[in-house]
């Protein structure tokens, strides 16, 4: 599975939207992008996903570059209760390899 | 609603000792999972299994076993349970016709 790299932490305020870089420079065809969050001591959640088109749901939007590079998971409007591990993972089958994420912390 | 369970949530247990942590889903899911979690090194994949019967090594199945009788159940056993297996443990489940996953609200596992 692909390598991905994502900024240790990054604050953002409340209401305001949170934009989480992610970089898999490494991707391969048939692999997707995966972003899952974990709040504290909780099981880990999933987001969204995508392969080669941007998507949104209720959650969040993906933002996946059109060579595929790189993506950007983004919060509309961040909340406190989106405080929370941020993870992206790029995998084509059913195992998940969680790297250390992106530690976002909203602010009032 | 369906839903993924573990049990116990906590558990203390002695070195040496043989442990199971349950982890029990009503998805109906083929896949299933145990990752643990410790400080500094994240979620790491100890075993899983793609259905019934079937089961494979992850990353750091090293003194962990898993059996598969049936659809809903994957339990993790601790052969001999030693100190470096102090963690969390998380169960995960997904479909085989998606790669969306879901987690159990975790076992603390602490090992003295």
């Known amino acids: 599975d692909a390598k991905t790299t994502q900024p240790t932490s990054m604050d953002c305020a409340e209401g305001r939207a949170a934009n989480l870089p992610c970089n898999h420079s490494?991707?391969?065809?048939?692999?997707?992008v995966y972003w899952y969050r974990q709040i504290h001591s909780q099981g880990p959640q999933y987001i969204i996903h995508g392969l080669k088109n941007n998507e949104t749901n209720e959650m969040a939007s993906l933002i996946i570059t059109e060579d595929r590079k790189s993506s950007t998971l983004i919060l509309p409007h961040a909340t406190l209760r989106d405080t929370a591990v941020y993870y992206c993972i790029v995998i084509w089958d059913y195992k998940l390899s969680f790297g250390a994420g992106t530690t976002v912390t909203v602010r009032a | 609603d369906a839903e993924i369970t573990q049990s116990p949530r906590h558990k203390i247990t002695e070195t040496g000792r043989q442990v199971t942590l349950a982890c029990h889903q009503t998805w109906n899911h083929n896949n299933m999972f145990w990752y643990r979690q410790d400080l500094g090194h994240g979620l790491r994949l100890i075993h899983y299994?793609?259905?019934?019967?079937?089961?494979n090594k992850g990353e750091v199945s090293d003194g962990y076993s898993v059996s598969r009788s049936n659809t809903e159940d994957l339990p993790l056993t601790l052969e001999s349970a030693a100190s470096s297996q102090t963690s969390v443990y998380f169960c995960?489940?997904?479909?085989?016709?998606?790669?969306?996953?879901?987690f159990g609200q975790g076992t603390r596992l602490t090992v003295v």
């Open positions: 995960a489940s997904s479909d085989s016709g998606g790669l969306e996953a879901f």
């Open positions: 299994s793609y259905g019934v019967h079937d089961t």
């Open positions: 490494t991707i391969s065809g048939n692999e997707y």
